[in-house]
């Protein structure tokens, strides 16, 4: 940076473009405006931007920035795509955009491929949800090029797979008087013509983007479990075992500060929305003023905008203080991610006693015991934290003469 | 962004100026700091008038936590842009 401010400094004319003051303008910048960073951090609103590069470089590094996070749902007709683009959509905070909608209700039925992709970008770049899943689009691998070029890559794309009879069977099970409705007949033609503009397209997705293929031939739910698998962020909930606080503290501060876990400690987050007045935070507000306890819905609705800001890379949560019942556990499951564990900071020892496993209880740790979701740690070590989680050791193998 | 994306800029800097400017006149110009609640009035009336996104370009205010205690009152903002000037020279103006 000084090295740029000195260079400008043969050109400016700006007296102030010395080492010296650049070196207090720097030390300013830490001193007033990296707090508002900080502070903005916790709600998942800020964006790093490289400005090492030229101007057009860094332009379009924030243009992706502000663009909200796009996934894109493909499948031919009747093979789920609404559906589970209505689920995702409500589970993991985004807005749901129908392309064929969006062409219809825009009059662009006879506009070529570049207008209407373009206007879908214009359309995105004034989005105000952090995330948009877009139903139906792209449609041929024009498109896809087209929107690749000009806007940011999708962060998944589900290409749904359904056999034809699957397709017909679930047509007859809307019945005729639904507005989707087609005969069988125009279904084949559609299924048809669908495969027939995918030929191109799907490989051309698949080389160039995330891509998911999902076979939605089995129920709903297991083709939602799927594709929350491939959305969720890794949450874990850790809880302090008796005279182990400093250990769980030990463990959240070490994971937030070198593996780039965020910690959601609720209470705080509860207190912000309480001071920054926000809607939610006046009705939690009002609930703790009438003496009734915070209901877990309203608790993860604060969460899910934290956790689903349209940040890809901020991926691993921290839940603290929440939840610590069963069904705060169940809520949060249903309506927002899987908890992954819960990580049990023992002072002494490996072993946690529950001395009571039964569920009717409402304590989450025999909930968790019981699906092998309960963790225990007695000194902090990331190797090993990691292999409890169960995430998979990459490893190589070399070979030669 | 203001040219290309429809933003409206909120350069607090030039409004701390527009105030001061009207607080004296051509003959006896303001001299002396310009009270921020001042400035603060003069930017929420423009964001008042203005329809569609806003973007402010740093802040007046003596630190950062009174210019987010000030925009508490238009809700959280969509994005919070840093830029930085690559990781090594963060760490090596922290030490500065």
Known sequence: ?401 | MQDKLDYTLIDMKAIREEVKKSMGTEEEPFEGDVPIEKVEEAVTSKISKTKGKIIFDGFVHADGLAFTKFLEQFGLPNFVLTLTAGKAEDEEEKEI
């Open chain 1, 1 to 401: 940076m000084l090295e740029r401010c000195m260079k400008r400094a043969e050109t400016s004319g700006r007296s102030d473009d010395n080492a010296e003051t650049i070196k207090k303008r720097v030390q300013n910048y830490f001193d007033t405006s990296y707090p508002v960073v900080e502070y903005y951090q916790k709600f998942g609103k800020v964006r790093k931007i490289d400005a090492t590069g030229g101007i057009s470089e860094v332009y379009k590094q924030t243009k992706e920035a502000i663009l909200p996070q796009t996934m894109f749902i493909l499948g031919p007709k009747a093979s789920g795509k609404t559906i589970i683009a209505q689920n995702l959509a409500e589970r993991t905070n985004m807005n749901l955009l129908n392309f064929n909608e969006f062409i219809e209700s825009n009059g662009y039925n006879d506009a070529d491929d570049e207008t209407v992709t373009m206007a879908l970008i214009a359309k995105l770049s004034k989005e105000v949800k952090p995330r948009v899943i877009i139903e139906n689009f792209p449609q041929n691998a024009y498109q896809a090029k087209f929107f690749l070029r000009n806007c940011k890559n999708p962060s998944n794309v589900f290409s749904l797979e359904c056999s034809k009879e699957v397709c017909q069977e679930r047509m007859s099970e809307m019945g005729q008087g639904s507005p989707g409705y087609v005969a069988s007949a125009i279904l084949s033609q559609k299924i048809k013509a669908y495969y027939q503009s995918a030929k191109e397209l799907l490989p051309f997705l698949k080389a160039n983007t995330s891509f998911t293929t999902i076979s939605t031939d089995r129920s709903i739910e297991k083709t939602l479990e799927e594709v929350n698998d491939c959305v969720e962020p890794t949450v874990i909930h850790i809880r302090p075992g008796a005279n182990s606080n400093n250990l769980r503290k030990e463990i959240t501060d070490k994971l937030a500060s070198g593996h780039e876990y965020m910690d959601l400690d609720i209470n705080a987050l509860i207190r912000d929305e309480n001071e920054r007045k926000t809607s939610i935070g006046i009705e939690m507000h009002q609930m703790v003023q009438s003496n009734r306890i915070i209901p877990a819905e309203m608790i993860v609705r604060m969460l899910k905008k934290i956790i689903y800001s349209g940040q890809p890379h901020m991926n691993k949560f921290i839940l603290t203080s929440f939840p610590d019942i069963i069904e705060q556990a169940k809520e949060f499951e249903q309506n927002c991610a899987k908890i992954k564990a819960i990580i049990y900071s023992t002072a002494e020892s490996d072993i946690v006693e529950i001395k009571n496993n039964n569920l009717s209880l409402f304590n989450i740790d025999s909930l968790f015991q019981k699906e092998f979701r309960l963790k225990t740690m007695s000194e902090w070590d990331f190797s090993i934290f990691n292999e409890k989680l169960g995430n998979k050791t990459d490893y190589g193998v070399i070979i030669g003469r």
